[in-house]
């Protein structure tokens, strides 16, 4: 069984800056994409960051050339580095892992904050 746990959300100013970390645990690490999404109040689950297997990413517009996600094989870990952060990222960000037979499992989310 696959278990995400999300960590390093908090509050920060505009401008400023995160690292969020997913732990993987369990088998197969290897095999899966794995996703940043975020969800703000109101709003839709949003896509935010992918990294495949074999490491490629991709981003949303809304953070393309501030967010960067990456994967540590050694560690079974995805981190989201997180740039000049806006108000507007403020979102429970989660982490899902997704395989190509259609396996899914999600964390359960950590707070991101930014004030203005």
């Known amino acids: 069984q696959v278990q995400l746990v999300e960590s390093g959300g908090g509050l920060v100013q505009a401008g400023g800056s995160l690292r969020l970390s997913c732990a993987f645990s369990?088998?197969?690490?290897?095999?899966?994409?794995i996703n940043w999404y975020r969800q703000a109040p109101g709003k839709q689950r949003e896509l935010v960051a992918t990294?495949?297997?074999?490491?490629?990413?991709r981003y949303s517009d809304s953070v393309k050339g501030r967010f960067t996600i990456s994967r540590t094989y050694t560690k079974n870990t995805v981190s989201l580095q997180m740039n000049s952060l806006k108000p507007a990222d403020t979102a429970v960000y989660l982490c899902?892992?997704?395989?190509?037979?259609?396996?899914?499992?999600w964390g359960q989310g950590t707070q991101v904050t930014v004030s203005s």
């Open positions: 369990g088998s197969g690490f290897n095999s899966y994409v």
């Open positions: 899902n892992a997704a395989d190509y037979s259609g396996r899914s499992y």
């Open positions: 990294i495949t297997s074999g490491g490629s990413t």
